[in-house]
T-cell receptor, first 113, second 107 residues
Framework: DGGITQSPKYLFRKEGQNVTLSCEQNLNHDAMYWYRQDPGQGLRLIYYSQIVNDFQKGDIAEGYSVSREKKESFPLTVTSAQKNPTAFYLC????????????FGEGSWLTVV | GIQVEQSPPDLILQEGANSTLRCNFSDSVNNLQWFHQNPWGQLINLFYIPSGTKQNGRLSATTVATERYSLLYISSSQTTDSGVYFCAVSNTGKLIFGQGTTLQVKP
């Protein structure tokens, strides 16, 4: 099936540990994105990448890191520097450019214990 | 950056009723999309509509770009329409989301 696959669906992390969320797409999309959603809130952009080996910070990049070594993969690392990491994380992709539909994965729930 | 405001924040309907959701934005945009987030968190794209009017079954949307607003119409609502509806806009490639409208449709 074509789409965006995020894993794991649920993740628990101890304070002080880094954790990496996986995002893979087989839609042949150039652009990929990571958003964070807190309960009852909208989505906020963490990082985005419009092409392989290039990415830009979004509005809340502090405490996060990404890589884009392959077109189909855009993993997000939540580092210990992120002060409040418990949230719902959504990965998305689009064909690129400013006027294209964006598609989302099913999301990953991260809880820091 | 662009500001996006959605109204109303919450809406409760009886099954079969119609509703209108609004999205105001503060700058010109070349991308506007409406999404539905189901109770499990999945975001489904409803419309890509930077201008004009589109219809898909019981849903339709209109964007008046010159006046910087978009409307999402839901007719003959069903319980499966419940969830959060988001508007997202962009003029730079970064989609900016509103805070959403939470819709509850009662049987």
């Amino acid at each position: 099936d074509g789409g965006i696959t995020q894993s794991p669906k649920y993740l628990f992390r101890k304070e002080g540990q880094n954790v990496t969320l996986s995002c893979e797409q087989n839609l042949n999309h150039d652009a990929m994105y990571w958003y964070r959603q807190d309960p009852g809130q909208g989505l906020r952009l963490i990082y985005y990448s419009q092409i392989v080996n290039d990415f830009q910070k979004g509005d809340i990049a502090e405490g996060y890191s990404v890589s884009r070594e392959k077109k189909e993969s855009f993993p997000l690392t939540v580092t210990s520097a992120q002060k409040n990491p418990t949230a719902f994380y959504l990965c998305a992709s689009s064909s690129g450019g400013t006027g294209n539909t964006i598609y989302f994965g099913e999301g990953s729930w991260l809880t820091v214990v | 950056g662009i500001q996006v405001e959605q109204s109303p924040p919450d809406l409760i309907l009886q099954e079969g009723a119609n509703s209108t959701l609004r999205c105001n934005f503060s700058d010109s945009v070349n991308n506007l999309q409406w999404f539905h987030q189901n109770p499990w968190g999945q975001l489904i794209n409803l419309f890509y509509i930077p201008s004009g009017t589109k219809q898909n079954g019981r849903l339709s949307a209109t964007t008046v770009a010159t006046e910087r607003y978009s409307l999402l119409y839901i007719s003959s609502s069903q319980t499966t329409d419940s969830g959060v509806y988001f508007c997202a806009v962009s003029n730079t490639g970064k989609l900016i989301f509103g805070q959403g409208t939470t819709l509850q449709v009662k049987p």
